[in-house]
């Protein structure tokens, strides 16, 4: 698995990376089918004095690809929100792939 992370320079605490690292590692255990996680971390000033702070993160995972974002007060606060969404987004997609196969039946004799 692919794991990146963006973020401004200076501006996230690199326990969260980290954080963020082993929560995906733990994820990629449980998944083996991850094989692409991209992280971005960045802020939106809507006037000078509020800030907020937006947290991206695009997976691709059986082939197919899905992003997830959240915006809150802080760094913290939007990757725990995005975390939690990537985590019930792989659950509904793993629980699609062990369904079996639609059958469809043909009525046209060949």
Known sequence: M??????PQGEVPEKLTDEIKSGLTKLHQQF???SRVTV???EETYHPYLKNY???SD???FGNSFSVSRKSDSYEESADAVMK???EKINELSSKQSE???EQISTVKV
Not at 2 to 7: L, N
């Open 40 to 42: 971005q971390f960045r």
């Open 59 to 61: 997976v691709t995972i």
């Open 100 to 102: 079996p196969p639609e």
């Open 2 to 7: 692919i794991i990146e992370i963006h973020a």
């Open 54 to 56: 937006i947290c991206e």
């Open 85 to 87: 969404g990537v985590i």
């Open 32 to 34: 083996a089918d991850i």
